[in-house]
């Protein structure tokens, strides 16, 4: 705030006696000047207020452009965290299905060879019998299952 120096009601009564003494032009420039010092005064505080409003803008920006930063650098870090998380889980239940997998078809391969060996193949004439018998099965709607299992 500007320190005035001067008291505008004093210079309102000083052109008020210079007016009544006759010095009419004297007396209007001493209240012009009063009015300018007003003038000046309230655009100063006006000044100083839009100063004070425009400081706390660029704080405020600044705290925005600083936070956003910060947010978009954490949210990088993050993003690669998950990402090499999701990645170690993905392959890891990749190598538990291919391991799992394996071991399926070697058990199967396995089953297969056993079949081979004890003389049983899928080119077996017996094979044709059994497919007609379960059909004769399913047909007439009595089906009975014996497993003999070694």
Same mark, same amino acid.
Request: proline share 1%.
């Given at each position: 705030?500007?320190?005035?120096?001067?008291?505008?009601?004093?210079?309102?009564?000083?052109?008020?006696?210079?007016?009544?003494?006759?010095?009419?032009?004297?007396?209007?420039?001493?209240?012009?000047?009063?009015?300018?010092?007003?003038?000046?005064?309230?655009?100063?505080?006006?000044?100083?207020?839009?100063?004070?409003?425009?400081?706390?803008?660029?704080?405020?920006?600044? $705290?925005? $452009?600083?936070?956003?930063?910060?947010?978009?650098? =954490?949210?990088?870090?993050?993003?690669?965290?998950?990402?090499?998380?999701?990645?170690?889980?993905? $392959? +890891?239940?990749?190598?538990?299905?291919?391991?799992? =997998?394996?071991?399926?078809?070697?058990?199967?391969?396995?089953?297969?060879?056993?079949?081979?060996?004890?003389?049983? +193949?899928?080119?077996?004439?017996?094979?044709?019998?059994?497919?007609?018998?379960?059909?004769?099965?399913?047909?007439?709607?009595?089906?009975?299952?014996?497993?003999?299992?070694?």
């Amino acid at each position: 705030m500007i320190d005035l120096r001067t008291d505008q009601d004093f210079l309102e009564q000083l052109a008020s006696d210079h007016f009544d003494s006759g010095r009419g032009a004297t007396a209007a420039d001493i209240r012009a000047a009063a009015d300018d010092i007003r003038n000046l005064r309230d655009y100063a505080t006006n000044l100083e207020r839009e100063i004070k409003r425009a400081s706390s803008d660029i704080v405020e920006a600044r $705290q925005t $452009q600083a936070a956003d930063f910060l947010f978009n650098l =954490i949210k990088a870090q993050v993003v690669l965290l998950v990402e090499g998380e999701v990645k170690t889980c993905i $392959q +890891s239940e990749v190598d538990y299905t291919i391991c799992t =997998i394996e071991d399926r078809i070697d058990s199967l391969e396995t089953d297969v060879a056993d079949l081979n060996e004890n003389g049983r +193949s899928f080119d077996d004439p017996k094979t044709d019998e059994i497919k007609d018998t379960v059909k004769e099965m399913i047909r007439d709607g009595d089906i009975t299952v014996n497993i003999d299992h070694m």
